[in-house]
C-alpha cells in the first residue's frame, strides 16, 4: 500500500473544492421504463475531465483507494484523466482489475470509492464509477483492449464457473501463459453477468467484449457441463489437468416454505431475470421464453435482487408494482442509489410486511397474498433488528404475480461429489481468503461459492488471487 504523499503538481485543492458536478447522466424514467437498455450514459470528453478535475488527491493512501477491493490507484486515474491521458488512466484500472468495463457499472460506489470521497461529506463524491467507465469506453473505441498471454508453460488448469471469479482467474492465469478451459453448466458465459444483473444494469455487450477478449486469447469454454454431474473434479486431474479452480457463485434461491409456493404465478427472482433480460439463444432450455406477467406484481425480498425484478417488471409492462420487505428502509440490504432508480421509475415499496400464504383464484392461478404487519424486535444473528409478527394484522393484497428474492443458498453437488474437499454452511467452499487453497491439493476457490452472495468486485478480487497461487503451485 502506498503509504508516501505523492506528488500531484499544482494541485490546488480550495479551488478544486469550488468545482461543482454535472451529476451523473442517467436516461429519465419515462424513457428508460420503455426498453432494457442502458439506464447510464457515459459522459463526453469534456464532462470527463471537469468531473476528474474535482479530485482533491488525498495523502496517500487515499480514502478512495483503501475503500477499493480491488485495490484500483483512483486518484491517479483521475490525474491521467483532467490531463486527456485516457489511455493511460484506462491502464492504471487494468493494472489492478479484470473487469473494469463491468465493476465501473455495477459496482455499490456509494459504499465504497465514492462513498469514502470527502468530497461527498459536503455535496457530489467525485464520481469515480462513472469516469472509470468513459475511460475504458475510449480505450476500447481508440485502440481496443488485447489481453497480454505468456509465453506458453505447458500446464493445464481447469475452471469451473465462467462468472467473475472464474473468468478473473483465467485472465490471470492466462496471462501467466497457463493453457484455461472454462466449464460452464450454462449455454453462456458471464455467470450472473449474464444470467442475473439485468441489462439496463449493465449492457451485455460489455459482457461480451469481455468474453472476445478471452476468445482471443486462446481460452477453451466448455459450455453445458455441470461439474459434480456430467464430469467430477478428480476426473480433472485424470484428463492431465494440473490444478483445478471453483468459482460456481451461489445461485440456488432461498425457499420461503409458505402455502401456495408452486401456484401459477408464483416465481424465483433468478428465472424471472433470466427468461426477462438473457438473449433468447442463451437462454438454458428450460427456461427460452420470455416471463409472463400480469398487471399487478409484488416482489418479496429487500436486496439488488429485488430491485431488478421490481424494474424489469415495470419494463414488461405490468402497471402497478410493489416490493413488500418484512423490515424497513434503514435495513435494506440492498444499493440505496438502486432504490431511488426503482422509485424513480414507479416502484412502491411496502415495510414491515411479511407474506404469509399466497392464495389462488377460482382459476387455479394465484390471485392475492396474504400478508401480516411486523414490529422491529432485538436484533438478531445478521444484527438487523428480528421483525415480530403483529397479531391480529393480517391482510390481503390482490396480484398477478409474485416474484420471490429472498436470496441465495450455494448448491451443494460439488462439495458432495469431491472427495476430502471441506465444505461448510450448507455448500460453500472453505477456502484460504489470500489464496483461494482449499482442502485438496491443486484445488483452489473463490467467489460467492466460498463466501456466500456478495460483490462482483470482491468474486473477481478472490479469482486474481487464486491465480496468483495456482502460478506459485504449478511453478
Ligand atoms: C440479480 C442480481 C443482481 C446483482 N447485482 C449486482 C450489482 O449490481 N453489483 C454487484 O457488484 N454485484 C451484484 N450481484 C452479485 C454478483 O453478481 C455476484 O456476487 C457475482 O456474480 C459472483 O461471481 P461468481 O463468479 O462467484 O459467481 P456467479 O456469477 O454466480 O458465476 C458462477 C458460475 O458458475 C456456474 N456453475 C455453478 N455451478 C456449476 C457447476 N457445478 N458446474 C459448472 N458450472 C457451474 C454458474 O452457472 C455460473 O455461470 C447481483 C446478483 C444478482 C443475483
Given amino acids: 500500500m502506498k503509504e508516501e504523499r505523492r506528488e500531484f503538481p499544482g494541485v490546488e485543492r480550495?479551488?478544486?473544492?469550488?468545482l461543482t458536478s454535472a451529476?451523473?447522466?442517467?436516461?429519465?424514467?419515462?424513457?428508460?421504463?420503455?426498453?432494457?437498455?442502458?439506464?447510464?450514459?457515459?459522459?463526453?470528453?469534456?464532462?470527463a475531465i471537469q468531473?476528474?478535475?474535482r479530485c482533491i488527491h488525498c495523502p496517500d493512501p487515499a480514502?478512495?483507494?483503501?475503500?477499493?477491493?480491488?485495490?484500483?490507484?483512483?486518484?491517479?486515474?483521475?490525474?491521467?484523466?483532467e490531463k486527456g491521458e485516457f489511455l493511460e488512466a484506462a491502464d492504471v484500472y487494468r493494472q489492478t482489475s479484470s473487469l473494469p468495463e463491468i465493476c465501473s457499472l455495477v459496482c455499490p460506489h456509494d459504499q465504497l470509492c465514492q462513498g469514502a470521497c470527502p468530497r461527498g461529506k459536503r455535496g457530489e463524491p467525485v464520481l469515480t464509477g462513472l469516469l472509470e467507465a468513459f475511460v475504458i469506453q475510449q480505450q476500447r473505441e481508440t485502440v481496443g483492449y488485447k489481453i497480454t498471454v505468456g509465453v506458453p508453460t505447458g500446464k493445464k488448469v481447469?475452471?469451473?464457473?465462467?462468472?467473475p471469479a472464474g473468468v478473473s482467474c483465467a485472465e490471470q492465469l492466462m496471462s501467466k501463459g497457463h493453457h484455461v478451459t472454462i466449464f460452464e453448466a450454462k449455454p453462456g458465459p458471464g455467470g450472473l453477468l449474464t444470467y442475473g444483473i439485468p441489462n439496463f444494469k449493465l449492457?451485455?455487450?460489455?459482457?461480451?467484449?469481455?468474453?472476445d477478449d478471452l476468445i482471443e486469447a486462446g481460452i477453451e469454454f466448455q459450455p453445458n457441463t455441470f461439474v459434480g454431474k456430467d464430469k467430477n473434479i478428480d476426473d480433472f486431474f485424470a484428463e492431465g489437468y494440473d490444478a483445478v479452480f471453483i468459482g460456481v457463485g451461489a445461485n440456488v434461491d432461498a425457499p420461503m416454505r409458505v402455502e401456495g409456493e408452486d401456484l401459477p404465478g408464483v416465481i424465483n427472482a433468478t428465472e424471472f431475470l433470466i427468461r426477462a433480460n438473457v438473449p433468447i439463444d442463451l437462454l438454458p432450455e428450460d427456461m427460452n421464453t420470455r416471463p409472463e406477467i400480469g398487471n399487478k406484481v409484488a416482489v418479496i425480498g429487500g436486496g439488488d435482487t429485488a430491485a431488478d425484478c421490481l424494474r424489469s417488471a415495470i419494463r414488461l409492462g405490468a402497471e402497478e408494482v410493489i416490493c413488500l420487505y418484512r423490515r424497513t428502509e434503514a435495513e435494506m440490504p440492498g444499493n440505496s442509489h438502486d432504490r431511488e432508480l426503482t422509485v424513480d421509475e414507479g416502484a412502491q415499496y411496502q415495510f414491515l410486511t411479511q407474506p404469509i400464504k399466497f392464495i389462488a383464484g377460482d382459476d387455479g392461478k394465484l390471485a392475492a397474498v396474504e400478508c401480516v404487519k411486523m414490529e422491529l424486535g432485538e436484533p438478531d444473528d445478521s444484527g438487523r433488528p428480528r421483525p415480530i409478527p403483529i397479531e391480529g394484522t393480517n391482510f390481503i393484497i390482490e396480484v398477478d404475480t409474485i416474484i420471490k428474492a429472498l436470496g441465495y443458498w450455494p448448491d451443494e453437488t460439488i462439495g458432495k461429489t469431491t472427495p476430502d474437499l471441506e465444505i461448510h454452511n450448507w455448500g460453500l467452499i472453505v477456502t484460504d481468503p489470500e489464496t483461494g487453497a482449499t482442502s485438496r491439493e491443486g484445488v483452489f476457490a473463490g467467489g460467492d461459492g466460498s463466501t456466500g452472495p456478495d460483490l462482483v468486485v470482491t468474486a473477481m478480487v478472490a479469482g486474481r488471487k487464486a491465480a496468483a497461487s495456482i502460478d506459485k503451485y504449478l511453478n
Fill in 14 to 18: 480550495k479551488e478544486r473544492m469550488q
Fill in 23 to 47: 451529476g451523473l447522466p442517467i436516461r429519465p424514467p419515462e424513457e428508460r421504463i420503455k426498453d432494457f437498455d442502458g439506464v447510464l450514459l457515459i459522459p463526453d470528453v469534456e464532462t
Fill in 51 to 53: 468531473e476528474a478535475l
Fill in 63 to 81: 480514502p478512495c483507494f483503501k475503500a477499493c477491493p480491488a485495490d484500483n490507484d483512483i486518484s491517479l486515474a483521475m490525474w491521467h484523466i
Fill in 158 to 163: 481447469a475452471i469451473v464457473g465462467a462468472g
Fill in 203 to 211: 449492457p451485455k455487450e460489455y459482457v461480451f467484449d469481455l468474453w
